[in-house]
């Protein structure tokens, strides 16, 4: 076995490669470009070789980088991850040339799936199905429109050289093909430099269905079932399970037959997808699936088939590189259960999924049975523009569908990301979906429901109430420190949700909060805040308990309150600062804790010369980041406190000089 392994690739894969090499007692080397110095996969690997400048194209994607980098620390091996270089046989015969070992499969296998063409016609002589039509080396327009009339309307024109969707045009009748021939294309020549098409039927209501490959270099290759990929946006995947709901015995083992068959004419070694595209317009059928593509790499979606299968496919791939035989025979890999993923995402579902970058304020997520997270950013990381946008995979294992369903929605529903956008309200939308659940999905889903998928609810008064409670800085628990505060008991606090001002009159009294001024008046009792917000609130005649995740970010004197209440997920903003804390400050020469929490940041010290306004100091108190401001222009005269105390609300941390 290896002892030194280089990881060319970021975020959760690199992390993930890490985790299972630790266990194996392997050490780990990162790479890492400018923006990604902080980044979790440098943090918790062995060592780090910077390798330049943020984009992919000046650091990841450069091979000699990466060879340069294993050959400087000594590393044996090269794990590429998936994306950047895992695909690329130039770069595995370049790592090979180095004296150091690719893990993943050998440079021909890879060519010979690169070419959808060329990869039809070999899958087509190894026996394997493939989708009827030309995938021939005559480009003639009048000779394709023929083919096309042959195979029968719908078709769909493939760019040779495309993959993941790109290049593709379905055309519905035959007067229509010569210019859609022409636009692909035109595509084709300017995305790949390659002009060439096949024509295939068009397969209605499709599903994607991939079998999880694996072989090693004595001749072993192994199955280890199938993941339904077939909610899908864009081509891009949204939710991956395995295994694929309706698959019955005989059509699991057509496909996984068909599979084997694939891996072994391309002389398959390490961890490889075989994708089918499957006709869902009805029960899946064993002449109902052809080949699409070889993923010729470990695959994002791979942890679905770890967790009913048991097996590490990153140590399976490790062992495999190193020259082991696959440490289990096919008639040992059996399916336990089902599970499902779901990739969160830094994006904006309303606004057409556009990426999101920027910092991750606080990120919880739902743990429970079952659940598995994996992830390359924690509270506090930046999401860089420079790279996807993939906050985490949800991963959820249950005894069967439902299980697996119901404990993936409770991890979504559970997960609290504040100070980005992301898509976790739109996947627990999905998942909720009743085709969806009732496992009668096709890749069409999400575009056919997209509107109602992205819908944003309104705030509950509940919601409402609690973000201006945590707005107001109000500490509930103690009566008097409010009372000092507040002077009067009496506030109103604004806040903006979706660019709407919602405005409130909270009244505390002997330690309930009353809201006024929404079109229900509620209060809440028994308020305890902590890691989350919980009450009792009373709403006319009701009574019910409260339990929601709460973070707040104060960001230029604005502060984001965001609030998780039964699964919604909602995000306020308080345009002005309290009015009580201008009274705070201003009637004494002391700067005071405004609450009970942390001393972050101590930005002065005696003697130094401050202007109103100018930051002194910075607290965090209920996962509240909260800045102290001079309340005057004067001088420090003491500093009472340092980084990291603990400080009780009320307490003076910085006392200004008597003014003369
Ligand atoms: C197809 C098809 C229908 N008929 N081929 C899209 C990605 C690329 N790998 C192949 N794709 C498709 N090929 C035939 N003959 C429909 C798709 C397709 C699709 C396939 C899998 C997952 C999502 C998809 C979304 C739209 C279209």
Redesign the pocket.
Known sequence: MFSKILIANRGEIACRIIKTARRMGIKTVAVYAEADAQAQHVKLADEAVFIGPSPASESYLVGQKIIDAAKATGAEAIHPGYGFLSENPDFVEAVEKAGLTFIGPKAHSIRSMGLKDAAKRLMEEAGVPV?P?YHGDNQDAAFLAGQADEIGYPV?I?ASA????KG?R?VDKAADFISSLDSCRREAKSAFGDDRVLI?????S???IEVQVFGDSHGNIVHLFERD??L?RR?QKVIEEAPAPGMSEPVRSAMTRAAIKAAEAVNYQGAGTI?F?VDGSGPLRADGF?F??MNTRLQVEHPVTEAITGFDLVEWQLRVAAGEALPVKQGSIAIHGHAAEARLYAEDPAAGFLPQAGHIDSLEFGLGDGVRIDGGVVSGDQVSPFYDPMIAKVIAHGPGRQDALGRLQEALDNTLVSGLTTNRDFLRALVGNDTFRAGRMD??LIDRNLERLIEKPEPSEIAIAIAAVIASRIEPSSAHLGFRLWGAADHRIKLLFNGEMIERGLRLQDGVISLHGGNQSLQLADILMGESFEAKAHLGNRSVRVRAKICATEKAGFLDVSILLDGQTFVFTRPDPVAGDAALHSSSNDVLAPMTGVVRMVLVSAGDVVSAGERLAVMEAMKMEHTLTAPRDGEVQDVLCAEGDPVEGGAVLIRLKEEE
């Open positions: 989708v039509g769909l493939k495309g993959g993941g969707g593709m379905r295939e039927k068009y397969v209605l499709p599903r994607h990929c077939s899908q081509h994708e595209i052809w699409m593509e890749t069409g």
